[in-house]
């Protein structure tokens, strides 16, 4: 760079970078932010490829998933079609019953009881709340032995609560979500202010009036959230219901699925794995659909507890 062109530089207010300040700067942009994009890239593909690969053997009519290293090598329908054949459709109407069913009761029973913890100040309140802080620790599938055994003796004096029933099943889910979907919708409920309450109260409303139609058009958020994650944790759900439902007909759709492959000489991955691609779609639409939700229901309640 000569004088003239440094003295024009200076004169415009401009200084013409070099060779040397344009790879420090490449170089901090990448220490502050590049890395980043390289480690979002990282965690992108490695999210991305096992649900590439399932897509993959699903429509490969090999009914394998080590038939072939290359993605996409065959592609066919028949794994879809030979769905039609099985009991598939009968397993998703199962898991879409029981997971509806059990979202629907784990929103009403976990509102109604933050809802008291919340609004009521009574003997035993701060017991009460420590005993469900408590009790979420632990996961439901550790009782599933003491569960199969209740459900032994309740089913001699009540066969719909029996073995083998779908009703038992969503019961125990209901049981299970309770403390840790109340402690989360208490938070929540906490945010309301206690003066809608009270002018509610001088208006003549009573405490269900006041719920039904003040509180919970307040706290749709959280009932969202919690609504999602019951089906997403039902739908999944494998363990409890493999010990309770016993026949075919009322297996849900993971119980099914792993009937499939349970065994490894006759295991048909193929068709496993085009039973897995559908049964993400109610999942991935239903989470598409409640989005919106989910960030201001997890963290509003947050911020007081």
Known sequence: MTASTISESRVSGRVTPGPARRRRTTGAWFADTGWRHVVGVVFVVYAVFPIVYVVSASLS????????????DTVSGAN???????????WVANSVQIAVVTSIGTVLMGAAAAYAFSR?????RRAGLTTLLIVQMFPQMLAFVAIFLLLISLGEVVPALGLNS??????????????????????????IPRELDEA?????????????????????????????????????????????LQSESNW????GLYSWVSSLLEANWGLFAAGAV????????????????IVGGLTAGSVKG
């Open 61 to 72: 009519a090999g009914g394998t998933l080590t038939g072939s290293n290359q993605l996409f």
């Open 80 to 90: 879809y079609a030979a769905l039609g054949d099985t009991r598939f459709w009968s």
């Open 120 to 124: 009521f100040r009574f003997e035993g």
């Open 166 to 191: 779908k009703v038992a099943l969503v019961c125990v889910y209901l049981g299970g979500a309770l403390g840790v979907n109340t402690f989360l919708m208490y938070g929540f409920f906490n945010t």
């Open 200 to 244: 509610a109260k001088i208006d003549g409303a009573t405490h269900a009036q006041t719920y039904w139609t003040i509180i919970l058009r307040l706290v749709t958020p959280i009932l969202a959230v919690v609504a999602l994650l019951s089906i997403i944790a039902t739908f999944g759900e494998f363990v409890i219901a493999r010990v309770l």
């Open 252 to 255: 849900t759709l993971a119980v």
């Open 278 to 293: 559908i049964s993400t779609i109610p999942i991935l639409v239903l989470f598409l659909f409640l989005q919106k939700y």
